[in-house]
């Protein structure tokens, strides 16, 4: 049955010792490793330290129960393939279990055939999931874009990142977003939480510096009638809004250090206390934090909290400003063109050869927002079908153009790369004070191609 290579790890959490040894026992025969614990609170422990292809876990037992099991272990489980097993006369139970996560149940008692159908069908299940996977992969390699959900790309380092903020989905772990203003970073907030099986319930988006400090605390965590002069009703905070979902503050580091402290509490407890409420409530929140600051900084200057740092900084996702990724610009005004061309009711076909070389050289301070409103004016402005120089801003147009490289003159698609090479390569340098080690990496080239390519177009630097 279980025709791989590596075989299946399985982990079968049962009270009853004759129902453990008999399991292991089949299983093992077929080409698992079975492993076994006696309740949940022992199946907790071997998962944290263990993965399991398949997880099969009775669901009424002493000390901790399989609902219980399974939803404590949202966060160990990784991709292991929950199966339970109950009595005829908890299938409603089951039920509510697979609503939770778990993939099936088998019938208490059962035929070990019932068992082997089960695990084949979960088998067959992954490896279609896997499969789908790979073909998606295959399908963006060919395409030459990387996308994650409303975000599209072609840099490399992009698409590293976005494979990581896929994988970050699939758990509740807490993520740190860094980057410049504009760069994205609610756009991959909201990439993880629409991923995640958190999708169906709430996205909760805050920005901690735009609410002034003495109302933030009731914002965040809601406050009983009565607790302050104008509190006249109980009001739910965003974290309790969030529950079941994810909660995105944006600009944490904004965030006063009287509600750092609160903060810390909420991610280390789960629970949140309303203004003026003596009693905490438990929440399930997934948290996805930004900010444009250098935490570390403000940590060494104590403005922010060490511990909250830590406590934020598990999985950090680092958004590059656009100026280091000039590839995805041609990618962004064909997906900011189509967006405005519905929401303007007009049909501009692209950008002339002249106005996307000005786009090219520009340096972005406002980064991809920066892009997308330079594109929505120019589009406002058009009369014709392409977007010529004129109707981007002064400061786009204007930049100093001595010795421009012609990275349009003609029809030819080599001399247009040779530019477009040269001019990267002389950028490179420049950014790092000729330092060709440094700038080979910055480029994604060897070394040895580097120095080629500099004597090529003679550039010195």
């Not at 292991?24 to 998962?47: C, N, Q, R």
């Not at 088998?106 to 089960?118: A, G, H, N, Q, R």
């Not at 977003?177 to 970073?185: A, R, V």
């Not at 280091?324 to 189509?338: A, H, S």
Request: charge should be neutral.
């Amino acid at each position: 049955m279980n025709s791989g290579n590596t075989p299946k790890r399985l982990l079968v959490i049962d009270d009853e010792a004759n129902m453990r040894h008999m399991l292991a026992t089949v299983l093992k025969k077929t080409g698992y490793v079975v492993e076994t614990a006696s309740d949940g609170s022992e199946g907790l422990e071997m998962i944290a330290g263990t993965p399991y292809d398949f997880v099969l876990c009775d669901i009424k037992m002493p000390k901790m129960d399989g609902m219980e099991f399974l939803k404590l272990s949202r966060e160990k489980i990784g991709t292991s393939t929950v199966i339970m097993m109950s009595a005829y006369g908890s299938i409603d139970t089951a039920i509510e279990a697979m609503k939770m996560g778990a993939y099936d149940y088998i019938s208490k008692p059962f035929k070990t055939d019932e068992v082997y159908l089960t695990l084949k069908k979960a088998e067959e299940r992954e490896s279609l999931k896997k499969e789908n996977r790979l073909l998606k992969e295959r399908i963006q390699k060919i395409e030459g874009d990387y996308k994650f959900h409303n975000m599209v790309t072609r840099s490399k380092a992009m698409q590293s990142l976005f494979q990581m903020a896929g994988k970050a989905s699939q758990y509740k772990t807490t993520v740190l977003i860094l980057g410049d203003s504009g760069t994205g970073k609610e756009l991959i907030a909201r990439g993880i939480h629409y991923s995640s099986d958190r999708a169906q319930k709430a996205l909760v988006p805050i920005n901690c510096g735009g609410i002034p400090e003495n109302l933030l605390e009731s914002e965040l965590f809601g406050h009983k009638r009565g607790a302050f002069t104008g509190a006249d009703r109980n009001k739910k905070g965003l974290f309790q809004e969030a529950d079941g979902g994810t909660i995105f503050l944006d600009e944490i580091g904004e965030l006063p250090l009287s509600l750092q402290v609160k903060l810390l509490r909420v991610l280390q407890e789960n629970e949140v206390r309303p203004v003026g409420d003596s009693k905490s409530m438990k929440i399930d929140v997934r948290v996805v934090a930004a900010t444009a600051k250098n935490l570390e900084d403000e940590v060494a200057n104590g403005t922010f909290r060490q511990d909250l740092y830590y406590r934020l900084n598990v999985m950090t996702i680092k958004l590059p400003p656009l100026r280091e990724r000039t590839e995805d610009i041609p990618l962004l005004c064909n997906r900011f063109i189509g967006q405005f061309n519905q929401l303007l009711d007009k049909k501009i076909s692209g950008l002339a050869p002249e106005a996307m070389s000005r786009l090219l050289e520009y340096s972005w301070p406002g980064n991809v927002r920066e892009l997308e409103n330079s594109i929505e004016r120019a589009m406002v402005i058009a009369d014709d079908s392409l977007l010529l120089p004129e109707h981007f801003p002064a400061e786009i147009i204007d930049k100093d153009r001595s010795a421009p490289p012609e990275y349009f003159n003609g029809f030819s698609l080599k001399e247009a790369q040779k530019a477009m090479e040269e001019r990267m390569i002389t950028r490179a340098l420049e950014e790092t004070g000729g330092n060709r080690t440094r700038a080979s990496k910055l480029l994604e080239i060897s070394h040895p191609s580097l120095l080629t390519k500099i004597k090529a177009y003679n550039i010195n630097l």
